[in-house]
């Protein structure tokens, strides 16, 4: 039996065992997908090299399963945040119902992400994209009591219709180019923007709108913030990357074309759109109360950045845009993590009614501000290499000025949020309802703190990341990505000494922390949450005094035309209207037999008048 | 019998209009009931007119003028050549009997409804819609 | 050869006229004897299926008439299929609704299992016969029981049903001999591969009037909007086994009666895009009105409406691909429609009304019954790795070797609506808060083996479809090659 094939078969027994073993032990089931996860991803990584191929038939249809460096960099992603995700998830799911439910559906959405990066035909794409999506589907509306209507079907409606496009593209790509298999689509030019236009066009909606970009991100905040967290770890870590995965392959036509300026304008509508979700998403996340939102809205912004940097189409922006994508699953899922942990032991993750965590869960508090540091793209942390590196393509290559203010204004107005998770749920006074608030559990604890390590090292030798990441773009067909282990050169041949500017940077920082909790350790003094000064105002009962409430008032008063302009209220009137039409047609059936009489002997005179028209 | 001969063929064209016309005339009478009137005994009643009309539209095209009942006797053996085409018949007959079914459940259902509805106007009979 | 298609026939109408006999000595007869009947269809068909695989097509005359003469029973690759298809489903459904109600009176199921039995056994008529006015009969005998099953519940709405369903019903009737009295008096004859042979010499304006005929009158049969009206009361108040038994065999029959006059005896162009038209305008009609609706079964029923719209569509596009995907979705959709009415019906057991609304949460009532439908909707909708996704993908892949964009593309919207109701469904099945009391109603062992074979079906299939792809080729090929069943009939001298 194909190696490949045992993965998938060890992903699938494991989702089915265990959800066979909840009916016997709740408790062992965590275990059971962790050890089956860990087990699959054991035989991968020994078993498998990059190159690996493997052909059958089924259906008629000639399938390949295969691995490409390109396919292995997104399989670290996978089979890393996984097992991490599961190993966290084995405390926080605890006492938690149906988990066998859970790990099943878990299981299999593992087996899905993996499936859609093996592939090497569309058809398996496809088949396991599918799998990917319901199998999420199944974990999003686990939490979603009540509100199944509304949030989960959107996640699903939204999936539906990015795979629908992906599924109208491979139909075409068989009829026009009489081939299934990815590698030869590519060859004889499928996703070529001159020939066939619909083709690449359908195939980055479907990708697009699994990388939750601007404008079908809706679906992505309340599936994420709903789900529970340590499936959002991955789903915002790791399944939200196959869409960049597939939005990478489509542009390889783009850069492997022989004239590039002709598409010149993809480039520019993508790389808006990327644009546009990056600030959508970072002002959206200012105003949530709720960390889990806030940290939602965040990746819907992070992947902004990402579909940027994709959209540059040049050596530095893929490698930007790789290098986020590793490094905005690691330092998202260890948020997601945390404000997991959070949830877990304070019961909320509501930001005005906690604050001062930090004295009680120090190591979460710990993994937050390196996460957050990394979010922030502050020096010296991985975040800051990416950032770089996309700032730098923007500016040098793609010559894309406003691109390039706008997103510069997003990461900026990122440490804004940024600031306020770090704040609203760790520093500050404690409230007294947090007062017996414990640390998180060890196995909670490990899987962050791996997280934060990679984030910090990937920092400081960003070449650990580059080395898979060119490698990755030497397989969808660049040529001579020159990188060393601190430093990457650029189209001119300038060198940049990325490890070392962040050192510096985060020595500079450093030392300045120092200085200044040194100068005003001094004149702290204790108040209370609530206890703030009203400027001569006496605040009304009702009125919340924590500072979270209306933490960003005065920005959010300036950007108030932006938060009118909103999406999820475009998309929901759409629905509502569809529905209200729909209900017209229902009514053709009125209960009436004699009506029903009577649309037959029309239906038949109508035939017998137009009966030319309609037979020749 | 010959007199009766003579006289068809006098009338022929009229006695072959007055067959069709009525034919087609109880299958637009069966319609115009089915598809107007409210009484569900009536409609009923206009299915069956209308099975009618078909069936006597059946045998009307299977006659042959003249001819002689399908069967073969000794001592008649080449009546094939002057026999009425059998095969319209044995149709009729199957769809009357079918007819007949189906008129037979159709007046139960309508019992089954009065008992139900205490009404017989179909326009009454639409819990089920949309 | 030892057993005949017309074995298909004989043994329900043996079995129909014993069972009252049969009833005064075990009074359990009424229910088994149908059972052994259906399984016997099943044994006919798989050897049908074997003796046409080894020596080709079967065409039997009846009464020692010849071909053109007499009445004929055929068994092609085509309706062997079908017939399989058709007796294994209704054996299963028969498995399912074996302790149908057995709170009712013994007189009250014996009419239930012989009116099923031989609902499905006109079914498997209407798809073997080889005459026209055969398949006439066997529409009646389906229409009559179907009809009276409707109504089989005493009640106030299945009257009603049972009554739109008789009276489109009995339109469809008089169309049909209307059709197939055009067709007789212009080619003299009532076997379809005689009339199909004879057809070009018909003057192109009747053949037109008697195509149309016929296509109103099976478009009834077929769920053809705007033909339909009486599909959904029908469905939703039929007793469970039987609304599947309309999903998974009658339906079929139906389309099979409407492939077989358009395909074979006729010749007419523009019909295939008549088909693709109006195939489309019921799938989208019937999809959009499925999703407002607050009845379990109604829906399913639009549903099934909705799917048959897609088969006709697939037959409309007309190639081979094509009509192979239409097979493959009709067997499809009769295995996991019938899966979904069959747990729908517990649930239904298990509430008051019969209102989606209700079904808040009863996962924890009935989990594998629940299990069960959860894998039916995603199978229907087509997600992979369920027998759904193949037969979709291969009607959306012939669609596109005829470059039919919008077609796809309407497919596809059409789907999504599919799948936000179905999925809303299974969200409250699983996810909404449960309200009321305990389970009152469990699956019965015969009903849970019924739907673990349907299940397993669909996730074998699912994964490996090439265990029955080849059938459904040959198949869709037999249907195809109309001179091939022409020459074979009139040549075959039994």
Redesign the interface.
């Known amino acids: 039996m194909e190696i490949i094939a045992i993965i998938l078969l060890i992903l699938l027994v494991g989702s089915m065992l265990t959800f066979l073993i909840d009916s016997f032990s709740s408790k062992l089931t965590g275990i059971t997908a962790f050890l089956f996860s860990l087990a699959a991803s054991v035989v991968f990584f020994t078993q498998i090299p990059s190159g690996y191929q493997f052909k059958f038939?089924?259906?008629?249809l000639d399938l390949q399963w295969g691995l490409t460096d390109y396919s292995y960099y997104f399989a670290y992603i996978i089979f890393g945040m996984s097992v991490l995700a599961l190993l966290y998830s084995i405390k926080y799911m605890e006492g938690k119902g149906r988990l066998g439910y859970f790990y099943g559906s878990f299981l299999l959405t593992i087996l899905g992400m993996f499936g859609v990066v093996i592939s090497q035909d569309f058809?398996s794409l496809?088949?396991f994209w599918?799998?990917m999506?319901?199998a999420s589907?199944l974990l999003v509306?686990?939490n979603?009591?009540?509100k199944?209507?509304t949030k989960?079907?959107k996640y699903?409606?939204f999936s539906?219709?990015g795979a629908?496009?992906m599924?109208?593209a491979i139909?075409?790509i068989?009829?026009h180019y009489d081939t299934l298999l990815i590698s030869e689509a590519i060859a004889k030019g499928a996703f070529n923007f001159e020939q066939y236009i619909?083709i690449p066009i359908f195939l980055l909606l479907g990708f697009s709108i699994k990388a939750a970009v601007m404008p079908f991100h809706v679906w992505a905040p309340s599936a994420y913030s709903k789900s529970p967290m340590s499936f959002t770890t991955i789903f915002s870590g790791a399944m939200s990357k196959m869409g960049v995965f597939g939005i990478g392959l489509v542009f390889t036509s783009i850069y492997l074309g022989t004239n590039p300026e002709n598409f010149y304008w993809v480039r520019t509508i993508l790389g808006w759109l990327g644009g546009i979700t990056a600030v959508m998403g970072t002002i959206y996340a200012l105003i949530q109360t709720d960390a889990k939102k806030l940290l939602a809205y965040s990746s819907v912004a992070q992947l902004g950045y990402i579909v940027v940097g994709l959209s540059t189409g040049t050596k530095l922006g893929i490698m930007a845009a790789l290098y986020l994508t590793v490094i905005h699953a690691v330092f998202k899922g260890a948020l997601f993590m945390v404000a997991g942990a959070v949830e877990k032991q304070a019961g909320t993750t509501d930001m005005t009614k906690i604050s001062g965590l930090i004295r009680r869960m120090p190591w979460t508090f710990l993994v937050a501000l390196v996460s957050i540091i990394a979010l922030a793209g502050m020096p010296p942390v991985g975040g800051f290499v990416g950032k770089w590196l996309l700032y730098e393509a923007l500016i040098t290559e793609s010559n894309n000025y406003i691109l390039v203010v706008v997103v510069f204004f997003s990461s900026t107005a990122a440490f804004l949020y940024s600031y306020r998770f770090l704040y609203g749920l760790f520093l500050g006074q404690e409230e007294k309802d947090t007062k017996d608030v414990k640390e998180a559990p060890i196995t909670m604890l490990i899987p962050m703190l791996i997280l934060m390590i990679i984030a910090i090292v990937s920092g400081a030798v960003p070449g650990l990341i580059f080395e898979p990441a060119a490698k990755a773009m030497e397989a969808i067909g660049f040529q001579d990505v020159t990188w060393q282990m601190s430093s990457l050169t650029n189209l001119w041949g300038d060198t940049t000494n990325l490890g070392l500017i962040s050192m510096l940077i985060g020595a500079v920082f450093v030392i300045v922390f120092v200085f200044i909790t040194l100068k005003g350790y001094k004149n702290t003094k204790d108040v209370g949450t609530k206890d703030i000064s009203t400027s001569g105002e006496i605040p009304k009962e009702w009125e919340n005094l924590s500072f979270q409430q209306d933490f960003f008032q005065p920005f959010q008063r300036a950007a108030a035309p932006l938060y009118s302009m909103n999406m999820n209220k475009i998309w929901k009137n759409l629905g509502e209207n569809l529905?209200a039409f729909?209900?017209f047609?229902?009514k053709?059936?009125t209960?009436n037999?004699?009506?029903?009489?009577l649309?037959?002997?029309?239906?038949?005179v109508v035939?017998?008048l137009f009966?030319?028209v309609?037979?020749? | 019998m010959m007199e009766f001969q003579a006289l068809f063929e006098q009338y022929r064209d009229l006695i072959t209009i007055a067959v069709y016309g009525t034919a087609i005339a109880l299958?637009v009478i069966g319609l115009y009931a089915?598809l107007m009137k409210k009484h569900?005994v009536k409609?009923v009643i206009g299915?069956s007119i209308?099975?009618a009309g078909?069936h006597l539209?059946?045998v009307a095209?299977g006659y042959i003028s003249g001819g002689t009942a399908p069967i073969f006797s000794p001592g008649n053996e080449n009546a094939g050549a002057r026999m009425v085409d059998p095969?319209?018949q044995a149709?009729v007959l199957?769809?009357i009997v079918?007819?007949f079914?189906?008129t037979a459940?159709?007046l139960s259902?309508?019992i089954?409804?009065y008992k139900?509805?205490h009404t017989a106007n179909i326009d009454q009979?639409n819990?089920?819609k949309? | 050869m030892v057993i005949t298609p017309v074995h298909y026939i004989v043994a329900p109408l043996i079995a129909a006229f014993a069972i009252p006999l049969l009833i005064k000595i075990h009074k359990d007869a009424a229910r088994i004897v149908p059972g052994i009947v259906l399984f016997y269809n099943v044994i006919v068909s798989l050897f049908l299926m074997n003796h046409i695989a080894e020596h080709g097509m079967i065409s039997e005359t009846l009464a020692g008439w010849q071909a053109p003469w007499g009445i004929n029973l055929v068994v092609t690759p085509f309706t062997g299929f079908l017939a399989t298809m058709v007796s294994i489903l209704g054996f299963i459904i028969w498995l399912y609704g074996y302790r149908f109600k057995r709170t009712l009176k013994g007189g009250e199921v014996k009419y239930y299992e012989i009116l099923q039995m031989m609902m499905i056994a006109g079914s498997i008529g209407i798809i073997i016969t080889g005459d026209i006015?055969n398949m006439?009969?066997f529409i009646?005998i389906v229409?009559?029981s179907a009809?009276?099953l409707t109504?089989f519940y005493?009640?106030?709405?299945g009257?009603?049903?049972?009554?739109?369903y008789?009276?489109?019903?009995?339109?469809a009737?008089?169309?049909l001999?209307?059709g197939?009295?055009i067709i007789?008096?212009q080619t003299g004859t009532?076997n379809m591969a005689q009339i199909a042979e004879r057809m070009p010499d018909v003057p192109q304006q009747m053949k037109?009037?008697a195509?149309?005929?016929f296509?109103?009158a099976l478009?009834?049969e077929a769920e053809m909007f705007?033909?339909n009206?009486?599909a959904?009361?029908a469905y939703?108040?039929a007793p469970s086994p039987t609304s599947a038994t309309f999903a998974a065999v009658v339906s079929v029959a139906g389309v099979y009666a409407l492939i077989r006059v358009v395909f074979t005896m006729f010749d007419?162009?523009?019909?295939n895009?008549?088909l693709m038209v109006m195939g489309f305008v019921t799938m989208l009609?019937a999809e959009?009105?499925a999703?407002?609706?607050k009845d379990l079964k109604?829906m399913l029923a639009y549903s099934s409406v909705g799917q048959v719209g897609l088969v006709l569509i697939a037959f409309g596009i007309g190639s081979n691909l094509a009509v192979f995907g239409a097979l493959f979705l009709m067997l499809n959709h009769g295995v996991i429609k019938s899966l979904l009415f069959m747990a729908g019906s517990y649930f239904i057991y298990n509430t008051d009304d019969k209102k989606i609304k209700s079904l808040n949460g009863i996962y924890k009532k009935l989990p594998i019954v629940s299990f069960f439908f959860a894998l039916g909707a995603?199978a229907i909708i087509g997600?992979?790795?369920f027998s759904g996704?193949?037969s979709k993908?291969y009607i959306?892949?012939s669609?596109?070797?005829e470059?039919y964009?919008f077609l796809?593309?309407g497919i596809?919207?059409v789907?999504?609506?599919e799948?936000?109701y179905y999925?809303?469904v299974v969200?409250?099945i699983?996810?909404?808060?449960q309200e009321g009391e305990p389970a009152s109603h469990k699956p019965s062992i015969n009903a849970l083996v019924a739907m673990s074979s349907l299940a397993l079906f669909i996730i074998v299939i699912g994964v490996?479809?090439?265990l029955i792809?080849p059938h459904i080729q040959s198949a869709a090929d037999a249907l195809l090659d109309k001179s091939n069943y022409i020459q074979q009939i009139l040549s075959i001298k039994n």
């Open positions: 038939q089924l259906a008629g058809v496809f088949i599918e799998i999506t319901w589907f509306i686990y979603a009591y009540y199944v209507k989960g079907v699903m409606i539906a219709i629908y496009a599924l109208t139909v075409f068989r009829v619909y529905e729909f209900g047609f229902r053709l059936y209960g037999g004699q009506t029903y009489a649309y037959v002997v029309i239906f038949l035939l017998l009966k030319d309609i037979f020749s | 299958i089915v569900l409609i299915l209308m099975d078909i539209l059946f095209i095969v319209p149709l199957t769809a079918i007819g079914a189906v459940l159709a259902l309508v089954r409804l139900h509805h009979l819990s089920l949309w | 006015f006439f009969v009646e229409g009559i009809f009276s109504a005493r009640s106030r709405d009257a009603e049903a049972g009554f739109k008789l009276l489109i019903g009995g339109f009737s008089a169309f001999l209307l197939i009295l007789y008096t009532l037109i009037v195509l149309i005929f296509l109103v478009g009834i705007p033909l009206g009486w959904p009361d939703s108040q007419v162009e523009g019909v895009n008549y009609i959009i009105a999703i407002s609706q109604r995603l997600f992979p790795p996704f193949w993908f959306l892949i669609a596109a070797d470059k964009v796809i593309i596809l919207l789907t999504i609506i799948l936000t999925l809303r969200g409250r699983y996810f909404a808060k490996y479809p090439d792809m």
